[in-house]
Each structure stands twice: as structure tokens, then as C-alpha cells.
């Protein structure tokens, strides 16, 4: 009798890049920056308090997330809702606590991404989301958000604040960018990593200058539905995406342990 014997199997730990995928990253984004100033101005705990409970939190997400092996959406969200947060006070403290500025904060977060990217391409010769499959990869998947939404933030708050261009603007200006991007890779060709890791940096001030845009005073150039409100309805957003993926979630595709995807080739 012949026995057939098949390799282990691993599953993917991030999702596909859809575009629900897309809108929920853009609502979480969005989400972090409003519920960073509520928590921090709002309910008075300061920028110190409010980044050291958050960093706490997100340890436990993300604890929980490594954990699963596999893509879940709710502790894969749960993740990039925290890691949004905690993005946007890392930037915050540097500028506000620590006087530096923004644009140095912009220069020093490129670098460290870069200097993220570099490495992981070093150690595991591709840099494919579609190929998270290990420990290893996914530290330093999820280290490279951190600094995509810190970066995010200071450029954000660089364009809107510093060049004076308001969330409106700014809003307006990176969509203009994303999009011609996304133009880029679906006329052009563009690498699909090089285009989804600008299109992951970009969404973050995208995201941020609408917040702004809905919770900031008029006075201060935005509509003034308050941090609450504002971070409110997009968590409800949030959490109804991630109930319909949740349920209609499939797995991506499995792969032999000796084997990758044909597109973790790319770089």
C-alpha cells in the first residue's frame, strides 16, 4: 500500500490586499489620530500617560495576534487600530515632548523604515506580504507599520500645519498622490511592493487630515465634531468591516513549508 505523504502547510498572517482592505486601513488611520487626541487632550492624560498605556495595550494585540498563526480578522485589526494610535503618539512626543521637529521627525522615520526594509530584504530575500508565514517575518512586518504610521504622521502634520496647506488640502493632495500610484501600477507596471508600501505610508496623513478635518474646532480649520464623536463613528466602521470579513473571510491560499509563493520572488 503506497503512502502518500503531504508537507505541513502555513498560512498567511496578513490579509490580501483588497479593496476592503484598503477601507478599513483608511478608517483605522483615521481613527488613530482622533482617538490619540482624545485620549492625550480630551480626557486630560497627557501625551507621557496616553503613550505608555497604549504601548501597553498594543503589546497585549499584538502578543495575541503572533499567536494565532494565521490571518484572523478581528486580532489582526485590533493590531493596526492600536499600532495607529500608538504611531501617531511616537511622533507626537518627539515633536511636542522633545522638540524636534517635523521635518526631522519626517527624515529620521524614512530612514528608520528604510532601514527596516533593507534588513528584512537582507535576512529573508523578499519583502512579499504575501509570504508572512514565519515569527520572523511577521516582527518585521509589523515593525515596519509602526514606522509607515509614525512617518505618516509627520508628514502629515508636516504638509498641513508647517506648510499651511489645512486638512482639507492636505487630504486632498495625498489622494492625488495615491492615486497616481495606484494609476502607476495598474498602467505602468510599477513593482506591486514598492507601490502597496507607498500606498500603506500615504494612506496614514490621508487618513489623519480628514480626522482632523471632522474633529478639530473650526477656528482651527476644521468642522468641529470633536475627537469623540469623529473616533466613534469610525470604530463603528471598523467594527462592522471586520464582522463582515470575519464571516465571509476565506484563508489565503496555503503553501508547502519548502515552498513559497511565486510572488515573495519579488522585490
Aim: some cysteine; glycine content about 8%; overall charge negative.
Amino acid at each position: 500500500m503506497t503512502h502518500i505523504h503531504t508537507a505541513p502547510v502555513r498560512q498567511n498572517r496578513v490579509p490580501e490586499v483588497t479593496i476592503d482592505f484598503w477601507l478599513i486601513k483608511l478608517m483605522a488611520v483615521t481613527m488613530g489620530e482622533t482617538a490619540a487626541d482624545y485620549l492625550a487632550v480630551n480626557l486630560g492624560l497627557g501625551l507621557t500617560v496616553t503613550s505608555l498605556l497604549m504601548t501597553a495595550v498594543l503589546i497585549v494585540a499584538l502578543v495575541l495576534q503572533f499567536a494565532q498563526k494565521r490571518y484572523v480578522p478581528p486580532f489582526y485589526w485590533a493590531a493596526v487600530v492600536l499600532i495607529s494610535i500608538v504611531g501617531t503618539l511616537v511622533s507626537d512626543n518627539l515633536v511636542d515632548n522633545l522638540g524636534v521637529t517635523l521635518q526631522t521627525t519626517a527624515i529620521g522615520f524614512t530612514i528608520a523604515l528604510a532601514v527596516t526594509l533593507a534588513v528584512w530584504y537582507a535576512v529573508e530575500r523578499t519583502l512579499s506580504i504575501h509570504s508572512i508565514f514565519t515569527t520572523r517575518r511577521e516582527a518585521f512586518y509589523w515593525l515596519a507599520i509602526l514606522f509607515t504610521f509614525a512617518l505618516g504622521t509627520a508628514v502629515g502634520d508636516l504638509v498641513a500645519e508647517v506648510f499651511a496647506l489645512g486638512y482639507l488640502t492636505t487630504g486632498v493632495l495625498f489622494g492625488g498622490i495615491i492615486a497616481v500610484i495606484a494609476v502607476a501600477y495598474y498602467v505602468f507596471k510599477l513593482n506591486a511592493i514598492l507601490a502597496f508600501w507607498l500606498a500603506y505610508i500615504l494612506t496614514r496623513p490621508l487618513g489623519a487630515s480628514f480626522g482632523d478635518l471632522l474633529s478639530q474646532p473650526q477656528e482651527y480649520g476644521g468642522l468641529g465634531f470633536g475627537t469623540i464623536v469623529t473616533s466613534l463613528l469610525f470604530l463603528a466602521v471598523i467594527v462592522c468591516l471586520v464582522i463582515d470579513m470575519t464571516i465571509v473571510h476565506k484563508p489565503m491560499a496555503q503553501e508547502p513549508m519548502e515552498a513559497e509563493l511565486e510572488g515573495s520572488r519579488e522585490i
